[in-house]
């Protein structure tokens, strides 16, 4: 898709989102105004709507995408305030602190919580999350697929196998914040209940939406529900808009994000112009050569365990001898911006690299390593 | 403000939001990716914030500004979450489709909500509001400034007093999704205790941001509140969040929506570059020539009484013999999108009109009564 805009040299935003976005999307932002209800925008909500579908590898008419103003954490409340009871028992796994958040938001949903916390930078075992199944009747399981203080990435579709021999009337819950774009979900096949993503991250589109899917089960809950414990968050309200305009008819509960809408259905035709499965190999392979050179630079990763070590970002660890803020100051004086760590149990030990889109797809990611090795020259 | 970015000829949209937007708020929408927590965007939405105080006419530095990912409907659910606790009796004064969503809202927070409803196209009368409060113990009344299914303005300043005279502890929320750029609201002098307004209305900026604003007492409230009844829409959660951006320190508790927040910040730039109460005036005069313009064409406007008549749009009652759909048709023919009606009561039976912002600036308004002129003379 050719744009008359090109976007201004800037220092590269290389944090795990919001992350570099293509022209055509910044350009998308700045379409003149359309009414909501709008043959334009019908079209394009229709068009955003139906690759969200894709997005999530879905082909089940029955289950349900979700586009809405917010953020990425308005799908915690969606989960709190549609997919449990008060009461309900919620197993979480958390591999940091997006995880640990979660439950926090749950517990104001009066959900009972039970969290199984992983070792710092590793997943949680499979033998844990099965006997804690066993021992307790969950409505739910949230695993967060990418928790992006650790940049640790949980084997949904094995965990999802031991909820489904385990208890199958659990609704498996995925955050898929820093995910959904970046790594595999199957979400019909491996039996995902309900995932929620944002807009910023491995979808290419500025901050503003939340944008999550749901199974018909999950559906079902949800409109079943007695008493509604959310307003803006209730899918009881959501369910029959997102429903008209993917059929090409408007409808109205509150007024969508007209311009980022506009600009989540130029990213997913970017998007979808490959295969998913294409994308996902393309963002592994940079990945693993990002962590490849900076471990040859003599920089170490967090997670240790490859196995575990999500592609749409890296931690690194600031090396012996060099003060974190300026090793951060140093790479920002090269023209990228890098994020600080914020695991509490590591803080100011590590820093975090997002490579995700048009920054994978564009060589930012080879520019970055060389300036990561001047500025650690430069400051030995 | 000069940008290089023109936008494109459109048809122009005025509908009561979202409305037009100018070249150089479009164009921040267009910014490239920032991160949340960079200088950059930080001086932004300090900005943003400081100058939201100025909107709301407040100089209470214990009055508190929030700009959140959301719609105007996430207000309703800040309300029911954070300033009235389960059980507590709210007074909604219902001037229209709005106002009832808002009661509806707070009942999902467990509120008991009296409603008084106004006659079609008319606002609550005082005497009933006085007595109503004497009668009853309320935690807070609800004032739906502008409601813009039937386009009548409510006389905030007058039920204020009315209020602080009759029951001084209750709260007083305004709903100005529909006022609050465009018709005077005085938030320190008349002790309004929460606003709420949407940034794609006269706030000139498209559609994705909840900008509300909280007097001392109901921060106050909101912080002392035992158990919160949402994570998303937490005071608790936000306000130090705005907090620190307002004092240049970024913070984190979910991704602000950079490039719209930078877009509120170009737009309260130029919307205080005069000051509020010559952008009222404006306003307010293109309205009265714009409905008086049309009553000389014959139409009928809604409502009746000029005096409740809302500045910041029109709604007027389709011409005996004409089809609705087909004026509304003709209309967006020669380049103009306006509203259907949405007040139940008489669905099918107006439509309306929005002129705030740009288009009551750059002369949209104008033009567009010469098309309702010609649309008539055409469909007769």
């Known amino acids: 898709m050719s744009v008359p805009y090109k976007q201004e040299e800037h220092k590269l935003t290389m944090i795990p989102g919001p992350i570099e976005f293509s022209d055509p999307v910044l350009y998308a932002m700045a379409t003149p105004s359309q009414a909501h209800t709008s043959p334009e925008f019908v079209k394009t909500f229709q068009s955003a709507l139906v690759n969200t579908r894709k997005l999530f590898k879905s082909t089940?008419?029955?289950?349900?995408?979700?586009?809405?103003?917010?953020?990425?954490?308005?799908?915690?409340?969606?989960?709190?305030?549609?997919?449990?009871?008060p009461g309900d028992k919620v197993l979480v796994l958390s591999t940091g602190f997006f995880s640990d958040s979660f439950a926090e938001a749950l517990k104001v949903y009066d959900a009972d919580v039970d969290v199984i916390t992983a070792e710092v930078g590793d997943v949680v075992p499979f033998d844990k999350i099965s006997e804690q199944l066993k021992s307790n009747k969950y409505a739910a399981i949230t695993i967060t697929h990418v928790d992006t203080s650790?940049?640790?990435?949980?084997?949904?579709?094995?965990?999802?196998?031991i909820v489904k021999k385990e208890s199958p009337e659990t609704l498996i819950v995925v955050d898929g914040v820093c995910s959904i774009g970046v790594e595999n979900l199957e979400f019909d096949k491996w039996g995902v209940d309900y995932a929620l993503s944002a807009s910023q991250k491995a979808i290419g589109v500025p901050?503003?939406?939340?944008?999550?899917?749901?199974?018909?089960?999950?559906?079902?809950?949800?409109?079943?529900?007695e008493k509604d414990s959310s307003f803006f968050a209730s899918l009881k309200k959501w369910t029959p808009i997102m429903k008209a305009y993917e059929s090409g008819k408007p409808a109205y509960f509150a007024t969508p994000a007209v311009q980022t809408v506009t600009a989540l259905k130029v990213s997913l035709d970017e998007i979808l112009s490959e295969s998913l499965d294409e994308r996902f190999a393309k963002h592994e392979k940079v990945s693993n050569d990002f962590k490849s050179n900076l471990s040859k630079l003599g920089l170490k990763i967090l997670p240790l365990n490859e196995k575990v070590a999500a592609s749409g970002l890296t931690a690194v660890y600031f090396p012996d001898g060099i003060n974190g803020n300026d090793l951060i100051a140093k790479i920002g004086s090269k023209g990228f911006t890098v994020a600080g760590g914020i695991h509490k149990a590591l803080l100011g030990k590590y820093f975090r690299v997002g490579h995700m889109g048009v920054s994978v797809y564009d060589g930012h990611v080879e520019k970055l390593t060389k300036a990561i090795q001047d500025s650690l020259a430069e400051l030995k």
Do not use: M
């Open 207 to 225: 901050a503003g939406l939340s944008i999550s899917f749901a199974s018909s089960r999950a559906v079902s809950k949800a409109l079943a529900r």
């Open 150 to 161: 650790t940049s640790v990435v949980s084997d949904v579709e094995k965990i999802s196998q």
């Open 60 to 85: 089940d008419a029955n289950a349900q995408p979700y586009v809405i103003s917010g953020s990425g954490t308005l799908g915690w409340d969606i989960v709190g305030a549609n997919l449990i009871n």
